[in-house]
């Protein structure tokens, strides 16, 4: 199970946009989509039935979830990310100061 969730602030750690972040906009398997990030372009033909207009669109590609890292507001830096039970409720915490994560929906 990945440790990254749909919106979670992250930060990318390797590749071409090495030090940006954004949020998650969605996560299948092993790859994570991320605002604003790994952007391009795409050749998109006109639908009538949808309404899409051709023409060059520009979107966000999907990076590798080991490339990215969920961003700890107080340390103001990558952070790994783990699971703690309390009362019967896992919740998911920083590994550098135990803090639990907070998920921005």
């Known amino acids: 199970m990945a440790k990254i969730r749909k919106g979670d602030q992250v930060i990318v750690i390797a590749g071409k946009e ?6 998650v906009l969605s996560v299948s398997n092993d790859r994570v989509k991320v605002e604003g990030l790994n952007l391009v372009t795409k050749h998109q033909k006109p ?11 520009t979107q966000e590609a999907t990076l590798h979830i080991s490339n990215v890292a969920v961003f700890n507001a107080t340390t103001q830096k990558a952070d790994r990310v783990g ?19 907070a998920v921005a929906k």
Request: proline share 0%.
């Open 18 to 23: 090495k030090g940006k972040q954004g949020t």
């Open 83 to 101: 699971y703690q039970v309390a009362e019967g409720v896992k919740t998911r915490v920083y590994k550098s100061n135990g803090e639990s994560v």
């Open 47 to 57: 639908n009538k039935v949808t309404g899409a207009e051709g023409g060059i669109v």
